[in-house]
T-cell receptor, first 114, second 111 residues
């Protein structure tokens, strides 16, 4: 199946730094979701975006739906040790029979050094 | 809060056994999904269901089947488990607003 390009693949940052990651696609999407996954756990939904240009925040997290509809960005401000994990994007595409499915990014592994 | 639960967090089975993975959601969602997650391969869709008794194949349905007899419950079945089905299995359900919520996952090991 298709996967979205997500970058960077991994990041090592100092506590207190800001983090930026992005997701790009060759297809146009109508919805973007951002998830965080910790080891041995399922992904947890952080932010949902529904229209081009939309900027949505959830605490220290801010995500944007790109104007072209082919990309999305996630920023984390003032990182803390518990931000450690893998961050995934997901874009919604149309499938057959009027149904649709999400395509997932390859993930950005974030490590925060205290 | 949406809650998606999976019957087991860890499961160890032998090759050839029939394996049932159960998923339950408590928010009356119509759409439910089963994925597997493997290092380097990301999340891959196995099957999904958009209503009771309805199912549709995802990207990697071979070796799996599903059952959706009740709206809140979506089961993944491995008819004859094989070692290449060792993986993390994730169930998800989706709201009308297209937010997709995952369960905690089942780590299955097939010996």
């Amino acid at each position: 199946g298709q996967q979205l390009n997500q970058s960077p693949q991994s990041m090592f940052i100092q506590e207190g730094e800001d983090v930026s990651m992005n997701c790009t696609s060759s297809s146009i999407f109508n919805t973007w979701l951002w998830y965080k996954q910790e080891p041995g756990e399922g992904p947890v939904l952080l932010i949902a975006l529904y229209k081009a240009g939309e900027l949505t925040s959830n605490g220290r997290l801010t995500a944007q739906f790109g104007i072209t509809r082919k990309d999305s960005f996630l920023n984390i401000s003032a990182s803390i040790p518990s931000d450690v994990g893998i961050y995934f994007c997901a874009g919604r595409e149309y499938g057959t029979s009027g149904t649709y499915k999400y395509i997932f990014g390859t993930g950005t592994r974030l490590k925060v050094l205290a | 809060d949406v809650k998606v639960t999976q019957s087991s967090r860890y499961l160890v089975k032998r090759t050839g056994e029939k394996v049932f993975l159960e998923c339950v959601q408590d928010m009356d969602h119509e759409n439910m999904f089963w994925y597997r997650q493997d290092p380097g391969l990301g999340l891959r869709l196995i099957y999904f269901s958009y209503d009771v008794k309805m199912k549709e194949k995802g990207d990697i349905p071979e070796g799996y089947s599903v059952s959706r007899e009740k709206k809140e419950r979506f089961s993944l079945i491995l008819e004859s488990a094989s070692t290449n089905q060792t993986s993390m299995y994730l169930c998800a359900s989706r709201t009308l607003y297209n937010e997709q919520f995952f369960g905690p996952g089942t780590r299955l090991t097939v010996l």
